[in-house]
T-cell receptor
Framework: DTEVTQTPKHLVMGMTNKKSLKCEQH?????MYWYKQKAKKPPELMFV???????INESVPSRFSPECPNSSLLNLHLHALQPEDSALYLC????????????FGPGTRLTVL | KNQVEQSPQSLIILEGKNCTLQ??????????LRWYKQDTGRGPVSLTI?????NTKSNGRYTATLDADTKQSSLHITASQLSDSASYIC????????????FGQGTRLTINP
């Protein structure tokens, strides 16, 4: 299995809702990433987990809460989001050994009403 | 400042024609450079990855070049197909932060029949 999967593909939520995005990989990778991508812009790094520990948090607002239950799974919990948080959320994984290639998932298109 | 600049911002060519996309970077110390293809609303897919010692790397109809002295890279697409319509993103990794990629703004390529 050489892919990163993400669910759901699309998500519409209100500003008072709580929802979660899920990401899964079975390549034995030890680093997993969350990116946010607005239209016609490159991906922006949000969080990095290395060996199931949060190693990078790019000053992301607390309404985004990452979780790494095990080395294959990565969640992003969403609460009290704003309309400007609407974007494509991408998950990626890499071997974890420094300069490994990052493999991206197909993304979750999030719309906040 | 660590930056990656791509040109042109957008490009339209006829099916079957060749094209070349450019990438200039100021990321230092340099580790590797990657070209990704991203279809609209989908995650980026890796085309090539090159380290300091590599000048050229091919992946089917895609050929990437790297000049580490001038800090320039190019992606040449041969005999373009309609499915090549996508954004092409140049991404550079530095030795100081292999997990924090520096993304270019991308070139939006449209192939017309």
């Amino acid at each position: 299995d050489t892919e990163v999967t993400q669910t759901p593909k699309h998500l519409v939520m209100g500003m008072t809702n709580k929802k979660s995005l899920k990401c899964e990989q079975h390549m034995g990778h030890r680093a997993m990433y969350w990116y946010k991508q607005k239209a016609k812009k490159p991906p922006e790094l949000m969080f990095v987990y290395s060996y199931e520990k949060l190693s990078i948090n790019e000053s992301v607002p607390s309404r985004f809460s990452p979780e790494c239950p095990n080395s294959s799974l990565l969640n992003l919990h969403l609460h009290a989001l704003q309309p400007e948080d609407s974007a494509l959320y991408l998950c990626a994984s890499s071997g974890g050994q420094g300069f490994d290639e990052q493999f991206f998932g197909p993304g979750t298109r999030l719309t906040v009403l | 400042k660590n930056q990656v600049e791509q040109s042109p911002q957008s490009l339209i060519i006829l099916e079957g024609k060749n094209c070349t996309l450019q990438c200039n970077y100021t990321v230092s110390p340099f580790s590797n450079l990657r070209w990704y293809k991203q279809d609209t609303g989908r995650g980026p897919v890796s085309l090539t990855i090159m380290t300091f010692s590599e000048n050229t790397k091919s992946n089917g109809r895609y050929t990437a070049t790297l000049d580490a002295d001038t800090k320039q890279s190019s992606l040449h697409i041969t005999a373009s197909q309609l499915s090549d319509s996508a954004s092409y993103i140049c991404v550079v990794s530095a030795l100081w932060g292999a997990q924090k990629l520096v993304f270019g703004q991308g070139t939006r390529l449209t192939i017309n029949p």
